[in-house]
């Protein structure tokens, strides 16, 4: 009889998984110090196919986590499994792994074309050759293959090796601050290449300060915070938990007095403001309550709304509450 | 729906103060530079591994000299370690010492990229290289000096009467301080001009060292194959940095077989023009836009 | 071109590394060093024999000052760089075996010194042997080829390896090989006995002589201090962290 996977038995207790969701990588009770410098502390969590935000200040052991479900680190604590496998000490498991790392430097002395191909080969890719061009035209660096890439631009070292990377299909894809350095269209492009992957049901970790963007693609986030995971799974649903809070609303409308008595009336709303002419901002402990509300008063006292807007579901104003409290 | 501009637009001064006051001139930063320089070189305020091998290397300096006192305790009579043989020794200990910091002082601004910071601030690119070569200079008379007059030191204060040893001893002081200070100085000097050409540290390692022992052995060979002309022959030590240390000291001390044959004036002399040549050479070479 | 990257990728980096940078020339021209020595000699010679002279030329010079600098300026980099640049990663996280990672590196290690080593003592063979009435030049060639190698076999596998366990590996082996070796081996002859220069004069003797039984003890040596060596790097690679 084979032994059960342990990813499966016990996936729904890692924090950041959904009920039934496979764990791709594992995290368990790791911790990481140097000598009295606690860089990570009791994380435990687990990391599912699609696109994953890990956030976090800096200094907040983002790096030292992402480094540690690569392999280069140990971790002075715990357990890290990718694929069900262990990755320190395991060679082979990198034919499943990639990863592009802000903090490493590249081969100044080899051309573009000749680093990814160098990747390639040492992966073991079948058609070196052809991998190397295909993942050079998706991140779009074509045209600055032939030269060296010791005269990169930051942008262009963080595409090639974000090629470097993808050269030999890795089932997993870890990316530390990949959208450092670069100009906005080759931001949307490495966008649109992550949820790419995420669709095609790779699982890729993203760490990233650029909240408005990992908004954008990632499904779920891993919030770190001096060492400690703070929240863990969507952030919409990270931010209803987040009760001691109150929603802002704003809303434009025709008669922004008669609708505001009326919200007032109503126990849900907690204040009301006035912006303008036609505005109202209205706090709520409960958006679904209000935006249920809202459009039914409006309809019985005949008033026209233009525009209603939750104004802080934003991942910013979720990252900000947990960094700050 | 745009709402039409307003007219209202106002700047607010966000708090950066102009400083109007006094500054500190170059000078200031020279020194500023001069002493960072030789702390980080040298592996203060840096981890364990940048101190030890400067460590060694003192220890290795040092230890003579301890050993040289401490018989001199037990067996006054006993003159262990004379100056010349103490700085004809310890020559090939300094050379590694400049291989040491030479690149720590240069060669890591480069590789770090540290230099466009440096020329966007109010420091001159001539203070800045004033600054490496003075911080060079000091850093390497910790190890052609100090040790020295430590050996001076123990030698005055363990003779029969320690301040007339002293004040005899005023003259060999002097003549330590000058061959110390100069070997510090011309070794730095060479060194740093060498590391000042590549950003990568072991690269200015190994020419460092090379040069020093290669110009030996080459200066030697040269002085061998040419023993039967001697007026070329006492001229060959100048092509070898160590030689041409040997040959300073022997000169000053006294050795015998030395003082007759080459004018000390020439060694210094030679020491002299190479910290000029070297020193103008890396002036010229900052120069360059990178 | 393209096949021995596909064979030998890790080989092909480090080589690639060492052309770019200055290494590599810097090797080639230290290699020929001795031709100044003996071109001196040729024109001045001032001892008797010229075989004599090329092969204390050897003991004197190349093999104590020589052969440690131009062996160390690549060993040392070949993974020193890496660390200090911060490139290990991409060789580390590969499903390449950190065996084929280390003697991959020490593969560039030789190719990049031992053809350098010959070239410059035959050039200075050549030259010594301008010198009228030289002759019996050749075997000390050999004998000098064969022992430079087998110096570079093992100088190269030992820094190698303590460039993955000491920061400065260059400047810990300039004092090893000057300080060291120089000064304290001449006053404790033990120190002798883990000299690598005192097995590479050994081995550097035996074929100089005809005596295998002195050069294969002595090559036997060397050879398990080399195994010793690679192992050690390669256990050591596997259990590196990088932040």
């Known amino acids: 009889m084979s032994e059960p996977n342990a990813s499966e038995t016990t996936a729904t207790e890692l ?19 140097y000598g009295d410098i606690v860089a990570v502390s009791d994380m435990s969590f687990g990391i599912g196919a699609g696109v994953t935000g890990l956030l976090g200040p800096n200094g907040a052991g983002k790096s030292t986590l992402l480094n540690m479900i690569s392999g280069l680190l140990a971790p002075s604590a715990g357990s890290v499994r990718v694929l069900g496998k262990p990755v320190r000490g395991n060679p082979a498991i990198y034919r499943q792994i990639g990863l ?5 430097h590249v081969y100044g002395s080899l051309q573009g074309r000749e680093f990814v191909r160098l990747n390639a080969i040492l992966q073991g890719v079948p058609d070196a050759d052809g991998a190397t061009e295909r993942v050079i035209r998706v991140v779009g660096m074509e045209s600055a293959a032939n030269r060296r890439v010791g005269g990169y631009s930051k942008g262009m070292r963080q595409r090639i090796k974000v090629a470097a990377a993808l050269v030999h299909e890795p089932q997993v894809l870890l990316l530390d601050e990949p959208l450092n350095g670069t100009d906005p269209v080759q931001r949307a492009s490495l966008i649109d290449l992550m949820r790419r992957l995420g669709d095609e049901g790779k699982t890729v970790v993203v760490s990233s300060h650029v909240l408005s963007e990992v908004e954008r693609f990632a499904r779920n986030v891993l919030v770190v915070v001096n060492g400690k995971l703070a929240a863990a799974g969507d952030y919409r649903t990270i931010r209803e938990r987040m009760d001691q809070r109150d929603h802002i609303i704003r809303i434009r409308c025709s008669d922004p007095r008669r609708l505001a008595s009326s919200l007032v009336a109503d126990r849900i709303t907690r204040s009301v403001r006035f912006q303008g002419q036609e505005g109202l901002i209205a706090e709520t402990d409960d958006v679904r309550r209000f935006g249920l509300l809202a ?5 019985r006292e005949q008033i026209r709304i233009f525009e209603l807007q939750a104004t802080d579901e934003s991942l910013a104003s979720v990252f900000s509450y947990l960094v700050n409290s | 729906m745009s709402t039409p501009p307003r007219d209202y637009g106002e700047i607010f001064d966000r708090g950066y103060l102009h400083y109007e006051g006094p500054r500190l001139g170059q000078m200031h930063a020279i020194w500023a530079l001069a002493r960072y320089s030789m702390a980080r070189a040298v592996g203060i305020r840096r981890p364990w591994s940048a101190k030890i091998i400067p460590m060694l290397l003192y220890a290795a300096v040092f230890i003579p000299v301890a050993v040289s006192i401490g018989i001199r305790a037990f067996f006054p009579a006993f003159d262990f370690l004379d100056y010349a043989s103490f700085f004809g020794a310890i020559v090939l200990l300094e050379g590694i010492f400049v291989a040491l910091i030479a690149p720590e002082m240069v060669s890591s601004d480069r590789h770090d990229r540290l230099l466009p910071l440096y020329f966007s601030r109010p420091i001159s690119r001539n203070s800045y290289v004033t600054a490496k070569l003075l911080g060079t200079g000091l850093l390497t008379l910790s190890i052609s000096l100090v040790p020295a007059v430590i050996l001076w030191l123990g030698n005055g204060l363990l003779a029969q009467d320690p301040i007339a040893g002293m004040r005899e001893g005023l003259g060999d002081l002097g003549r330590i301080v000058i061959a110390g200070t100069a070997i510090a100085f011309y070794l730095g000097a060479i060194g740093l001009v060498i590391a000042s050409f590549t950003s990568r540290k072991s690269v200015a390692v190994g020419v ?9 052995s080459l200066s030697l060979a040269l002085s061998e194959a040419l023993r039967d002309q001697p007026d ?12 041409t240390i040997v040959t300073l000291v022997d000169g000053l001390f006294g050795v015998p077989e030395f003082s007759s044959e080459v004018p000390l004036s020439a060694a210094i002399a030679v020491m002299a023009g190479v910290i000029v040549i070297c020193s103008l050479v890396m002036f010229a070479w900052y120069q360059r836009d990178e | 071109m393209d096949a021995l990257w596909r064979l030998l990728p890790v080989t092909m980096l480090t080589v690639r590394q060492f052309s770019g940078g200055k290494t590599a020339r810097l090797v080639l021209l ?92 035959g050039l200075t063979t050549v030259v010594v042997s301008r010198v009228p009435g030289a002759e019996g030049l050749w075997p000390i060639f050999v004998a000098m080829a064969g022992a430079a190698a087998v110096g570079a076999l093992l100088l190269g596998a030992l820094f190698l390896l303590v460039s993955l366990l000491v920061p400065r590996a260059l400047l810990a082996g300039m004092i090893y090989v000057f300080a060291w070796e120089s000064l304290l081996g001449r006053f404790l002859p033990g120190v002798q006995a883990i000299s690598s ?34 192992v050690l790097a390669i256990w050591r690679l596997s259990r590196m962290q990088i932040d």
């Open chain 3, 197 to 230: 220069r005192e097995y590479t004069l050994r081995v550097f003797e035996g074929l100089l002589d005809g005596d295998s039984a002195a050069t294969v003890a002595a090559i036997s040596t060397i050879g398990v201090v080399i195994l010793v060596c690679l």
């Open chain 1, 100 to 104: 592009a790392s802000e903090q490493e």
């Open chain 2, 232 to 243: 070329i022959e006492r001229w060959l030590f100048v092509l070898s940095p160590t030689r």
């Open chain 1, 15 to 33: 924090p950041g998984l959904a009920r039934g969701e496979q764990a791709i990588i594992e995290v368990r009770d790791v911790a990481k110090w």
């Open chain 3, 30 to 121: 230290l290699s020929c060093f001795p031709v100044l020595f003996a071109a001196i000699f040729v024109i001045r010679p001032w001892s008797g024999d010229p075989a004599e002279y090329l092969a204390d030329l050897f003991r004197e010079l190349i093999v104590p000052t020589l052969l440690p600098i131009v062996v160390l300026l690549p060993a040392t980099a070949a993974l020193g760089n890496e660390l200090e640049d911060g490139t290990l990663p991409y060789l580390l996280m590969k499903p390449v075996s950190r065996a084929r990672i280390v003697l991959g590196k020490y593969l560039a290690i030789i190719l990049v010194t031992i053809p350098a080593l010959i070239v410059g003592v």
């Open chain 2, 208 to 216: 460092i060292v090379l040069g020093f022992v290669i110009t030996e």
């Open chain 1, 295 to 299: 459009p039914e008063i409006a309809r």
